[in-house]
């Protein structure tokens, strides 16, 4: 898939160029609905601020909540999918889009180091992939390995992030890029939902939780401008609409870089920045949140 998304990566990358990076106009700040994350400015010291990376692409399921790993995540496991809801997603378009789901769900399970409760979301994760052909040794080979290694929990996400690789070159091959764009769709939606539900309060949002939220404008657009290579199929249709109308609310604002701050590294598909600027009102954010909570609803029903 990251062949694929070389054009879809070099698209946005002059779009950022374009219109990301442009000088703030003098406006007015109020203080309830702006936050502002650049530290540039306010330091009185010569040191160099380390610049943080900003994923503008799109990344396996497994990896996706690697842009939430520096937060405090709470620990809920009432927000992840049940795994024993494998077992009724019989359709192609069911199956392939909680097989991103649980790869989100699995990365979540990491943070905490639930190694067993990995394994159990493994086995969901093989259901499905036989129920969309996937060979079933790109999953029991994985799952062997993992059955031996439960005390390092970094290999098993490892081990689960390669199988998920694994299945996206053998839906490539096969000419089924339409399902490997559901399943990156389908981990989108959950991390954007884990995040939104778990760390974003709207009545006194934390700024950096807000920014890395805010972030997901750029991936939201590469995600649409993947998607719009599979038009032939109904169900990328009409998910992709459901997107369009979440882009609404991420239009609503705009991040501002220093355009001598800001280096774009082409190869992983990042911004890197030692800050950014941005205004977001408290409605914006609900319903960004709100927008996220009725996608995933639907996503996950049987």
């Given at each position: 898939?990251?062949?694929?998304?070389?054009?879809?990566?070099?698209?946005?990358?002059?779009?950022?160029?374009?219109?990301s990076?442009?000088?703030?106009?003098?406006?007015?700040?109020?203080?309830?609905?702006?936050?502002?994350?650049?530290?540039?400015?306010s330091?009185?010291?010569?040191?160099?601020?380390?610049?943080?990376?900003?994923?503008?692409?799109?990344?396996?399921?497994?990896e996706?909540?690697?842009?939430?790993?520096?937060?405090?995540?709470?620990?809920?496991?009432?927000?992840?999918?049940?795994?024993?809801?494998?077992?009724?997603?019989?359709s192609?378009?069911?199956?392939?889009?909680?097989?991103?789901?649980?790869?989100?769900?699995?990365?979540?399970?990491?943070?905490?180091?639930?190694?067993?409760?990995?394994?159990?979301?493994?086995?969901?994760?093989?259901?499905?992939?036989?129920?969309?052909?996937i060979?079933?040794?790109?999953?029991?080979?994985?799952?062997?390995?993992?059955?031996?290694n439960?005390?390092?929990?970094?290999?098993?996400?490892?081990?689960?992030?390669?199988?998920?690789?694994?299945?996206?070159?053998?839906?490539?091959?096969?000419?089924?890029?339409?399902?490997?764009?559901?399943?990156?769709?389908?981990?989108?939606?959950?991390?954007?939902?884990?995040?939104?539900?778990?760390?974003?309060?709207?009545?006194?949002?934390?700024?950096?939780?807000?920014?890395?939220?805010?972030?997901?404008k750029?991936?939201?657009n590469?995600?649409?401008?993947?998607?719009?290579?599979?038009?032939?199929?109904?169900?990328?249709?009409?998910?992709?609409?459901?997107?369009?109308?979440?882009?609404?609310?991420?239009?609503?604002?705009?991040?501002?870089?220093?355009?001598?701050d800001?280096?774009?590294?082409?190869?992983?598909?990042?911004?890197?920045?030692?800050?950014?600027?941005?205004?977001?009102?408290?409605?914006?954010?609900?319903?960004?949140?709100?927008?996220?909570?009725?996608?995933?609803?639907?996503?996950?029903?049987?």
């Open positions: 898939m990251n062949k694929l998304l070389k054009s879809t990566a070099l698209i946005l990358l002059f779009t950022i160029v374009l219109f990076c442009k000088q703030k106009e003098p406006r007015e700040i109020i203080p309830e609905t702006t936050f502002s994350t650049y530290k540039g400015d330091s009185n010291t010569d040191d160099v601020m380390e610049k943080r990376e900003i994923f503008y692409g799109l990344l396996t399921p497994v996706i909540t690697e842009i939430f790993s520096r937060l405090e995540t709470a620990y809920n496991t009432n927000m992840l999918n049940p795994v024993e809801s494998a077992d009724n997603y019989l192609a378009s069911k199956a392939a889009l909680n097989l991103g789901i649980y790869g989100v769900d699995l990365s979540y399970l990491k943070m905490f180091d639930m190694n067993t409760e990995m394994l159990k979301y493994l086995v969901a994760v093989r259901k499905l992939s036989n129920r969309l052909n060979p079933t040794e790109y999953l029991t080979e994985p799952l062997d390995r993992i059955e031996n439960m005390a390092d929990t970094d290999s098993v996400l490892a081990m689960a992030n390669n199988a998920y690789k694994r299945i996206e070159d053998h839906l490539e091959r096969n000419d089924r890029k339409s399902t490997a764009g559901l399943m990156v769709l389908g981990g989108w939606i959950e991390a954007l939902y884990i995040s939104t539900g778990l760390l974003l309060d709207t009545e006194n949002p934390d700024p950096e939780v807000v920014q890395r939220i805010a972030e997901q750029y991936t939201l590469t995600l649409l401008s993947f998607l719009k290579n599979y038009y032939d199929d109904p169900i990328v249709v009409y998910y992709t609409k459901k997107l369009k109308f979440l882009k609404k609310y991420f239009d609503m604002f705009d991040i501002y870089f220093k355009i001598d800001l280096e774009i590294d082409h190869d992983n598909r990042v911004l890197k920045a030692s800050g950014s600027d941005l205004t977001i009102t408290t409605e914006t954010l609900r319903n960004i949140k709100d927008y996220a909570q009725k996608m995933r609803k639907e996503t996950v029903s049987l």
